[in-house]
Nanobody, 115 residues
Framework: QVQLVESGGGLVQPGVSLRLSCASS????????MGWYRQAPGKQRELVAR???????NYADSVKGRFTISRDNAKNTMYLQMNSLKPEDTAVYYC?????????WGQGTQVSVSS
């Protein structure tokens, strides 16, 4: 069993930065692609950014140039650096990890951007 725990969320003002972390624990053999998703109230969960094991990345258009996804395979940890935050970035952010074609999800961390 694999557990994912997100951290780093909070309430911030527009324009500031936050860094989210997603730590993996449990029986980890080899984690493949990982990703950050978010779900705002009343909206469907959407992909924010994704990173393969070898570091290839892709981003949602809404966050390109502001967010950066990265990972440390030795620590089984993934990060999301979020800069220039906007009110529309407000959502619960979830991390997902693929291991042998099984998706594992974290419990989510709230990010609220408001003045």
């Amino acid at each position: 069993q694999v557990q994912l725990v997100e951290s780093g969320g909070g309430l911030v003002q527009p324009g500031v930065s936050l860094r989210l972390s997603c730590a993996s624990s449990g029986i980890i053999v080899r984690i493949g692609a990982m990703g950050w998703y978010r779900q705002a109230p009343g909206k469907q969960r959407e992909l924010v950014a994704r990173i393969t094991r070898d570091g290839s990345t892709n981003y949602a258009d809404s966050v390109k140039g502001r967010f950066t996804i990265s990972r440390d395979n030795a620590k089984n940890t993934m990060y999301l650096q979020m800069n220039s935050l906007k009110p529309e970035d407000t959502a619960v952010y979830y991390c997902k990890a693929d291991m042998w074609s099984v998706d594992y999800w974290g419990q989510g961390t709230q990010v609220s951007v408001s003045s």
